[in-house]
């Protein structure tokens, strides 16, 4: 009998050490197979999902249902350019528009790819609506932000890395501190177009704004005719336990980006959600992507987003995450600082003295739980939205013994 030659972990990450550009520092793990909240190594070993891709896939990985609407789709057509029309675009515009009540939208890919789009939108506003003189569009962002990482994302991080040997940055953006409403105000001028926000910052480890925040800073940028753009590209679609983020506070952004969870996992694809007002600024060759848009990519998102409001998964998120939040609250760790958001959206900031937190992520990685570090001393705890009480039960046996190491 003929015997096959089996790759281990070890002969997987040699190779893509050696061929692959280092922009990533992966646990080493080498996932073949997930289904639901768990994922499998290529040695069988299981381990359950507390990242799910960033929250790309809140709906559990390979949904059944997803997957089937994927190969369905992919039989008849994926591709047609939007240089002609496709019969599913227009039923994901309907189902998005059933759901949040916005009245336009435009599909795009990656998240990076809609929070350009956005920045587009927001400044062609200022100049053919509210008046702003050529190339003076100021957009107001926060500390700590994350929103991708193109040349013009990157140029507003105030994440130095992100910026080193990567200029000349993109100039119009302006800097004022997350979860202080004054410095909104005080930063305001004429050419102001638009303040964009993440109702919870995700990368920036889980930080959760002070109640009103995006209510007082809506508030004054209705005052000052500057637009209000929610990135809920990770906060969105579930994660916090509403649909979005910004459903704890009475605002309605004027536009909103959304990616990650649109597809649950299943392929790229992101939307700007928006008034007329702002995305009808967009005239025929003013933006475009050959795949945006795509029937593979529409018939994928609206059968992501039908499991989302079918299984009930926000309210499961809300409920969930309160009990998480609770059990980890509880856990009598000299390492945690905080344990803090909203839904299954949760981080848990350890004190400096505990070495960083990517030591506890190798610690439960050994028991089979899978979650990263943000920044040095954050652990996100952001698993599927499928997950059961069981499960995190589970998972909390062994997080609680891992924050109990010395
Ligand atoms: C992940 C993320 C993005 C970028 O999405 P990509 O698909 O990685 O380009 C933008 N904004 C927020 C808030 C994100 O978390």
Known sequence: MLTKVEMTSKDYIELEEKYGAHNYHPLDVVIEKGEGVWVYDVEGKKY????????AVNQGHCHPRIIDA???????VTLTSRAFRNNQL?????????????????????????VETALKAVRKWGYKVKGVEENKAEIIVCSNN????????????????????????????????YGNAQALKDAITPNTVAFIVEPIQGEGGVVVPKEGYLEETYN????????????????????????FAFYYEKVCPDLITIGK??????????????????????????????????????????????VLVEENLVEKSFELGNYFREQLQAIPSKHVKEVRGKGLFIGVELHPEAKGARRFCEALMQRGILCKETHDNV??????????????????SHISEVLQMD
């Open 146 to 177: 994350f929103a991708g990482r193109t040349i013009s994302i990157v140029s507003f991080s105030t994440e130095k890395q992100y910026q080193d040997g990567f200029g000349p940055l993109t100039p119009g953006f302006k800097v004022v501190e």
């Open 90 to 114: 227009p039923l994901l515009y309907k189902q998005l528009n059933e759901l949040t009540g916005y009245e336009m939208f435009l599909p795009m890919n990656s998240g990076a790819e809609a």
């Open 379 to 396: 652990i996100r705890f952001a698993p599927p939205l499928v997950i059961k009480k069981e499960e995190i039960d589970w998972a909390l």
């Open 261 to 306: 969870a649109l597809s649950g996992g299943a392929y790229p694809v992101s939307a700007v959600l928006g008034t007329r007002e702002v995305l009808g600024v967009f005239n025929p060759g003013d933006h475009g992507s050959t795949f945006g848009g795509n029937p593979l990519a529409a018939a994928i998102a609206v059968e992501a987003l039908k």
């Open 48 to 55: 359950l999902d507390c990242l799910a891709a960033y929250s």
């Open 220 to 243: 004054i940028c209705k005052e000052n005719n500057v637009l209000f753009v929610a990135d809920e590209i990770q906060s969105g679609l579930g994660r916090s336990g509403k649909l």
């Open 70 to 76: 994927m190969k369905k789709q992919a039989e008849k």
